[in-house]
């Protein structure tokens, strides 16, 4: 059974930094592609940064040059490394992780974010 838990989250003030953590159980991180999303208040879920197996990385514009997403194989963890955070970057954040194999995805249960101007 694949399980991803979200920890990290937390209310900051516009400027400063977060480190979110994704742990997963029943899947490896290592062979498969990750990412985060995230989901304001009445808007859709967006993607913002996504890694595939091999270590390419895609970002979003909003996200681009201020957040960094990175991988540890030996804990089987994901992380996503936000700074100069601001009003606009608040939400739920889900990580992802996509099976190569059969392309299904899999997702954490979320955690907040609330950035204070």
């Known amino acids: 059974q694949v399980r991803l838990v979200e920890s990290g989250g937390g209310l900051v003030q516009a400027g400063e930094s977060l480190r979110l953590s994704c742990s997963a159980s029943g899947i490896l991180v290592s062979v498969n592609a990750v990412g985060w999303y995230r989901q304001a208040p009445g808007k859709q879920r967006e993607p913002i940064v996504t890694m595939s197996a091999e270590g390419t990385t895609y970002y979003s514009d909003s996200v681009k040059g201020r957040f960094t997403i990175s991988r540890d194989n030996a804990k089987n963890t994901v992380a996503l490394l936000m700074n100069s955070l601001r009003s606009e970057d608040s939400a739920v954040y889900y990580c992802?992780?996509?099976?190569?194999?059969?392309?299904?995805?899999?997702w954490g249960q979320g955690t907040q974010v609330t950035v204070s101007s």
């Open positions: 992802y992780v996509r099976n190569t194999w059969n392309k299904l995805d899999y």
